[in-house]
């Protein structure tokens, strides 16, 4: 049987950040959809990092994680903040 490799973080304050960084996006996503109207009657646009409108449906919660995590994933990896075992 063939096994993935595994992965592991060499630095858990780089771990810890980004997961504090990523639950205050997220947050930050939900709270601004259920944002009172603003003064004119329109609902607020949340700003997001694909630059798309987020109504917290699976499709939009599934490309803001993907357009939040792939970056920094990617650039923590060539930082070493990530490693794979094989």
Known sequence: MNEQPKWY??????ADLLQYDFEEYT???YNSI????LEDG????PITISGE?????????????LCFLIPRII?????GKLK???
């Open 75 to 79: 650039q923590g990896y060539k930082d």
């Open 84 to 86: 794979f075992e094989e």
């Open 9 to 14: 973080h060499t630095d858990s304050y780089w």
């Open 42 to 45: 329109t609902e607020p646009e």
């Open 27 to 29: 947050a930050s996503l």
């Open 53 to 65: 409108p987020f109504c917290g449906c699976n499709d939009c919660s599934t490309r803001e994680i």
């Open 34 to 37: 259920e944002d009172e109207l």
